[in-house]
């Protein structure tokens, strides 16, 4: 089966970002006695992760109620899918587009996203070859995570050997005959 060229993606680490400011909400709302409103934000941050695009009715309710009641994780999610869009749209524009986000970022006074904007600053050649040349490592991810679970199939194993026979047979196109 052909596979088509992997797009460079957001890094994973907005989602984390945007977890913590999920979680910070939450935090604030218990503290100041809120139990509703801590109620309503569990469970955000999957609203908070997906695409717009593919958010269900309910997940759109949850998002206008972010809207109202928590304008800093509402802001955080502005400030996520901003920087997704980066990855969506030409190179050139997608250069522009970091400028704008990093100045915001930069300014939001979002602890988390402050910080994300230093770690791009730093690391921003990288990432503006990546978007330029459309490269990723979303495949190198997918087979982490494949022989991590393979590895968690294979405890039962007596030798190594067993694991890494499991790992070529699942991961290396291998297909060996099989008795008929």
């Known amino acids: 089966m052909p596979r088509r060229p992997a797009r460079p993606s957001p890094p994973p680490i907005l989602n984390e970002r945007l977890s913590q400011e999920s979680d910070s909400g939450q935090n604030e709302a218990r503290r100041a006695g809120h139990k509703q ?14 695409n717009p695009n593919k958010l269900t009715d309910r997940q759109k309710i949850k998002l206008a109620h972010i809207q109202q009641t928590n304008k800093p994780l509402y802001r955080a ?26 100045a915001w970022a930069r300014r ?22 990546a978007i330029r040349h459309g490269l990723s490592n979303a495949r190198i991810e997918q087979v982490n995570t494949q ?34």
């Open 147 to 180: 022989l991590r679970l393979i590895t968690r199939r294979a405890y039962g194993f007596r030798t190594p050997e067993a694991l890494i026979a499991l790992a070529m047979l699942s991961l290396g196109g291998l297909c060996p005959l099989l008795p008929t």
């Open 77 to 102: 999610y502005l400030i996520s899918q901003q920087l997704r869009e980066i990855y969506r749209v030409p190179f050139e524009v997608a250069v522009k587009l970091l400028d704008a986000w990093l």
């Open 37 to 50: 409103a801590a109620k309503n934000l569990k469970g955000a941050r999957f609203t908070l992760w997906k």
């Open 108 to 129: 939001c006074r979002l602890a988390p996203f402050v910080k994300l904007a230093k770690t791009i600053t730093k690391q921003r050649p990288g990432i503006t070859a």
